[in-house]
């Protein structure tokens, strides 16, 4: 027979509507950052002289990390585990800080010396698709340095962050 076995320190209760939303949410920018993940891949493999090499094996593991998490995490907060809502609410946050360091960028107006070699720029319209593709989308964003494209692709990993803060004080 099978037994669970809960950790210590973690309470387990049924999920309510917000614990429910969190998830959902979460559940959402897995699937994102898949898609980036998936955008980039055939990007890269298609053309690999037209990436930087270094930065979207970075970008890739990143992503792929943020998809393990946020799963992960979406999972345990349906199933009532306070650790699934700080998973999500460190993951977001993560995803978020990134946003916001391109975004900054982008409103300063800071150029990168470095010659990075990346996708390139669609138009505003395509770059705001893109840039909510996930961390993906994010680097995207904040290597064609505009403000708008950054500061669409914060809007979800915002979002989440927010849901899964304000979840994590109701369930105290």
Same mark, same amino acid.
């Given at each position: 027979m099978l037994y669970s076995q809960e950790s210590s320190g973690t309470r387990q209760a049924e999920p309510g509507t917000l614990a429910t939303t969190v998830a959902?949410? /979460?559940a959402i920018g897995a699937a994102a950052n898949l898609v980036g993940l998936l955008i980039l891949? %055939? @990007?890269? %493999?298609?053309?690999?002289?037209?990436?930087?090499? !270094?930065? /979207?094996? !970075?970008?890739?593991? @990143?992503?792929?990390?943020?998809?393990?998490?946020? /799963?992960?995490? !979406?999972?345990?907060?349906?199933?009532?585990?306070?650790?699934?809502?700080?998973t999500v609410l460190v993951a977001a946050g993560v995803w978020t800080a990134v946003g916001i360091a391109g975004l900054l960028a982008a409103l300063f107006g800071y150029e990168s010396e470095y010659g990075i070699h990346w996708a390139e720029q669609g138009g505003v319209g395509v770059d705001i698709a893109t840039s909510t593709a996930g961390l993906a989308g994010t680097v995207t964003a904040m290597v064609h340095g505009e403000w708008l494209p950054n500061l669409t692709g914060l809007a979800l990993p915002v979002l989440i962050s927010v849901l899964a803060a304000f !979840?994590?004080?109701r369930s105290r």
């Open positions: 959902l949410f /979460a891949a %055939f @990007g890269f %493999f298609g053309d690999p002289g037209h990436y930087d090499n !270094s930065l /979207a094996v !970075s970008t890739a593991l @990143g992503t792929l990390l943020l998809v393990f998490a946020l /799963a992960y995490g !979406s999972v345990l907060t349906l199933r009532g585990d306070e650790d699934g809502r700080f !979840s994590a004080r």
